[in-house]
């Protein structure tokens, strides 16, 4: 697999499994952009078409949304890292939610 079909595959799961429209009629958006905020609403609109996503009314809560982006994205980085282990070599691990925020310097 090359970069640029894990990248499709990355953004297909997006589509399918994370991105829903939001509201009805004109006042619908998809559900990562600001439903009260013009430019937001038009740029979410933007990407969803860019990435060719279908229509999904069915509705998720805040923290299945994030938890199932952290999971895609972490799943994609770790595949991405191991094809480009001629660059980058070693053995690396990848993980969500193993460390508070309190954690880090802030």
């Given at each position: 697999m090359t970069l640029a079909q894990l990248r499709r595959e990355y953004h297909q799961k997006i589509c399918t499994?994370?991105?829903?429209?939001?509201?009805?009629?004109?006042?619908?958006?998809?559900?990562?952009?600001?439903?009260n905020n013009r430019s937001s609403v038009t740029i979410a609109w933007n990407i969803f078409r860019q990435l060719k996503c279908d229509k999904n009314p069915e509705s998720l809560t805040g923290q299945e949304t994030g938890r199932q982006f952290e999971h895609l994205t972490q799943e994609f980085i770790t595949n991405a890292f191991n094809?480009?282990?001629?660059?980058?070599?070693?053995?690396?691990?990848?993980?969500?939610?193993?460390?508070?925020?309190?954690?880090f310097y802030q």
């Open positions: 499994q994370i991105i829903r429209i939001k509201g009805k009629g004109e006042t619908s958006y998809p559900n990562f952009a600001d439903g094809l480009l282990q001629h660059l980058r070599p070693g053995k690396w691990l990848y993980e969500v939610g193993k460390l508070a925020i309190s954690s």
